[in-house]
């Protein structure tokens, strides 16, 4: 049986409103589950007095608005006035609060922007899909900031099409991982993107589309002898079965896509 993690039982009378996504906030774990799903996007806007007088007249914690507001006059990190608050709630533990801290860490002298593609990068790795699609239309859907790399909205046209990849949706996987060879001119995302083309494509089509440009060719060669090579060491790890063209199948998709 895990661990109990008790609860505070204070619940403000009036909530307090987190005025970038209009959210109200009627307890310590409320607030602490907002920060911690929401460290991508944390500015300095949540540092502030009147969510310190909130959490010491509605929850009577005095004690943590008198460390946050330490934190507000030594002008403080908005990094330290957050971990400040997760640590006095007592909800999450050691290794809970060793990987916020490193998030907070690499998120320190990130643009806006980029934090969003990092929530996104972790979403994907986590396999929140659906999410970390969101994410990534939502930073296409935004005026282009100039102030990022060149090649910055190409990776994340590679996201969308990795994300795509494993909804298989091979079509739109395809096109984004297009994208995202004509802005970052990395050859290592046509591999990609002709392993999506050629799920939805018919082999006629597949094949008209190699004859569009040499390296297609070369790059098609080399993903036809990864496949032999997982063949192979598949048939020596399960034998002729079904279970091997499984695995093996499963293995080059997930290198892939």
Not at 93 to 108: A, D, G, S, T
Request: aromatic share 10%; charged share 30%.
């Amino acid at each position: 049986m895990g661990n109990l993690v008790l609860c505070h039982e204070k619940h403000a009378s009036h909530p307090y409103e987190i005025s970038r996504i209009h959210c109200k906030i009627f307890t310590i774990e409320e607030l602490c589950y907002y920060l911690c799903n929401n460290l991508y996007l944390i500015d300095y806007t949540i540092m502030n007095e009147q969510l310190c007088s909130w959490l010491g007249e509605e929850l009577n914690m005095e004690a943590l608005a008198g460390q946050l507001r330490d934190v507000i006059r030594l002008h403080g990190s908005v990094e330290k006035f957050v971990l400040t608050i997760l640590k006095s709630s007592r909800i999450y533990r050691e290794p809970e609060m060793i990987r916020i801290q490193n998030v907070l860490e690499r998120l320190k002298s990130q643009k806006d922007i980029e934090r969003q593609k990092y929530k996104g990068d972790n979403l994907l790795e986590s396999g929140e899909i659906e999410e970390a699609v969101l994410v990534y239309q939502g930073i296409l859907n935004q005026d282009k900031d100039e102030t990022v790399d060149a090649k910055f909205y190409g990776r994340i046209y590679a996201g969308l099409g990795a994300a795509y990849g494993k909804l298989f949706l091979y079509q739109e996987s395809a096109r984004m991982y297009d994208r995202a060879y004509q802005i970052c001119e990395d050859k290592a995302l046509l591999k990609p993107y002709l392993y999506a083309s050629s799920k939805y494509m018919s082999l006629e089509e597949y094949h008209i589309l190699l004859t569009k440009n040499e390296e297609y060719v070369e790059v098609n060669a080399q993903m036809r002898e990864e496949v032999n090579a997982l063949r192979q060491r598949a048939q020596i790890e399960y034998g002729d079965s079904d279970a091997m063209m499984d695995n093996w199948k499963r293995q080059y998709r997930r290198s892939h896509i």
